[in-house]
């Protein structure tokens, strides 16, 4: 079963908007940490959030965590056609529960 | 390149018959995670070793074996295969301590795209 959920599953905007992902899971977490995946290939890990921390920033990636609603939302700002791809978040729990559990996935279309 | 080299790239092979898949994970990662990506299931965690040993096991087939070896690489050993096995096979590594588990990001490979005909 699937621990994360993105939402939207798809989204298209235009070069230069901002993209908004989120993703809900359903239990206790140790870290989120979000994926993206260009089409067949492999995964590329794009930022960690750790479940004490509230919003973490990596270049025109910001990403926020809120534990009480288990939730995350990623943004992307100012996007390129580039950034086209599928983004995942995973999530890992705590104490002996290695799983790296993944969502089914946003696919963002960015359009020149 | 993420560093996680898996082999082959492609399989294409009948039913029935069985499928051994590689992976050599990061230098210096202990930890291999095996998951199955298709287009109704998304992607599926199957199984991870650590050091050798198994740690966790998701959503994996009878059907399906997997093991780490001495020298950390691991193998995904698919049989009797059915129509529906089809699809992308990756393979992830990152480090992983035994005590208070210092969770860190996971590398993939660029993954097996398995056809069963």
């Known amino acids: 079963s699937q621990q994360g959920e993105e939402d939207p599953q798809a989204l298209s905007i235009q070069e230069g908007e901002n993209a908004t992902m989120n993703c809900s899971y359903k239990?206790?977490?140790?870290?989120l940490q979000w994926y993206r995946q260009n089409s067949g290939r492999g995964l590329v890990h794009l930022i960690l959030i750790r479940s004490n921390e509230r919003e973490k920033h990596s270049g025109r990636l910001r990403v926020t965590l809120d534990t009480s609603k288990k939730s995350s939302s990623l943004l992307i700002t100012a996007s390129r056609a580039a950034d086209t791809a599928s983004y995942f978040c995973?999530?890992?729990?705590?104490?002996?529960?290695?799983?790296?559990?993944f969502g089914k996935g946003t696919l963002l279309t960015v359009n020149p | 390149d993420s560093g996680v080299t898996q082999t082959p790239k492609h399989l294409i092979t009948a039913t029935g018959q069985r499928v051994t898949l590689r992976c050599s994970p990061r230098?210096?990662?202990?930890?291999v995670y095996w998951y199955q990506q298709s287009l109704d299931q998304g992607l599926q965690f199957l199984i991870q070793y650590y050091n050798g040993e198994e740690r966790a096991k998701g959503n994996i087939l009878e059907r399906f074996s997997a093991q780490q070896f001495p020298d950390l690489h691991s193998e995904l050993n698919l049989s009797s295969l059915e129509l529906g096995d089809s699809a992308l096979y990756f393979c992830a590594s990152s480090v992983e301590y035994i005590e208070g588990a210092r969770s860190t990001e996971a590398f993939f490979g660029q993954g097996t795209r398995l056809t069963v005909v």
């Open positions: 995973a999530t890992r729990s705590g104490g002996s529960n290695y799983k790296l559990t």
């Open positions: 239990t206790s977490i140790n870290n």
């Open positions: 230098s210096g990662d202990l930890s």
